[in-house]
């Protein structure tokens, strides 16, 4: 703006020292030829003409030059009252920063994400603010910020509230100029964070189904069927401990147990859990009519392992049974280290673990041997061929060479909207937009032979839709061809 009026007024001067001299120089040739012997009142009037000629001169730039000082400070007004109401507005903590790294302003926002009120903030170095969790072991959101490690951040307001997680970012305002201030911007990704965690524990709970629904048709012996059941629970379904147990119903003594607490080895029941089980008692009978006991949290007084250290590891339970004939019962405990980790979602798995677990003790009861030769590989493939169809969330196989669809699910029919038919046509670049078919080719080629969790893709159904979908993978033998199983779910988008 300032060379723009230094411009002007070169401008301006400019003309008026032309307009001047060519007046002086062109008025007194015209008055000397004109009038030879004219006095000085002639040379008066031709200063006064000059002086009303070069005054309305300048008159009509500086005006021209006024109004659009006007009209362009109007707009910066109006520019500035508009950016200040979004950024009081809009749900984006916004933190304004000198060049010292002082708080100089908050919006609204940025208040609610801190607990802490403007006048309180203001003169507060970015670095004392704190972060209740991060990527990293730093405990500052001003070196988080200058490092660019945000991804995880997580704020723990003043006033005691639970952390929410936040995507940061920071900007100069001038770049290298002496002075310059920052702009932080904080946006609150808590609920996604939360359904992303919570997808993550879904699909791990259906991978602890499926090699569970495997390992237990598979396995010789109660013990080693327990000991690899709940080894499963915490490698492959990431409970924090798991709890099994075999009994006839004659008392604890009848009892063959095994628990299994993350990265340690299996160890006999500790009796605060067999307590929970209530071998003598009503509650086993209860789970075996197929109801899920769930305890949302483990330290709420008044239980029998309310005070017990080994409990205290683990924030939540659920527990399941079933029995078979000749009243030996199978009972499997699950533990998580979150309070109330076992919502509906996780409660429809347990569901099915427990119809997996059901059909293995029925198996028990009957010829292992002619079980294991002639009809477990016929039920296990029934039972993972229903789990796949029936499952809630779209999923599908596809051939690893060609990409096109070997199989997919009701819930993917449902959700894409072609027929199963048109599935088994297509490949899986034809539900991909056109600028992510190459970065899908590079991900197969660099699929391994294991579980995968792919990150967020852009997915497209018959209608045209693009919507963002997680996807989980798990490469799997489908009749003699290298294919891979797909999970994916929608997620809403973050903006």
Known sequence: MRFKKGREATRVAAIYVLAAGVWILVSDAVVGWLFPAADNALQTIKGLLFVGVTASTLWVLVDRWSRRIRVEARHAASAEQMLSQVVRTVPVGVVLLNDDAAITFMNPAAEELFGIATSDAVGLRIEELPVAEGPTERVSIGELLCTGETEGLKLRAADGRIARAVFARAAEVEPGQPGSGWVVALTDVTDASEARERALRLARGYRFLSEASVAMVRRDGRHAMLEELCRLAVDKGGYSGACAIFMDGKGEESVDGVYLRAHQSPSAVPPELMTAFDVNGELVHTMVEGEILVWPDLS?????????????????????????????????????????????????????????????????????????????????????????EKHPQPMWVYDLETLGYLAVNDAAVAKYGWSRDEFLSMTIADIRPPDEVGLLKDNVRRVSEEY?????????????????????????????????????QEVARVS
């Open 452 to 488: 995968e969790d792919a990150g967020i893709w852009t997915h497209i159904d018959k209608s045209g839709r693009h919507f963002p979908v997680h996807v989980f993978s798990h490469t799997i033998d489908w009749n003699g061809r290298a294919a891979e199983l797909v999970l994916v």
């Open 300 to 388: 709420e007084a008044g239980q029998p392992w309310s005070e017990s250290p080994e409990v205290a590891r683990h924030g939540s339970a659920a527990s399941m049974a079933v029995s078979e004939p000749g009243g030996i019962v199978c009972a499997l405990m699950l533990l998580d280290r979150e309070v109330g980790a076992f919502d509906a979602d996780q409660l429809a798995v347990l569901k099915l673990v427990r119809s997996t677990l059901a059909f293995a003790v029925e198996r028990g009861a009957l010829d292992r041997q002619r079980l294991m030769a002639e009809d477990a590989l016929e039920r296990s493939e029934r039972s993972y061929r229903e789990l796949f």
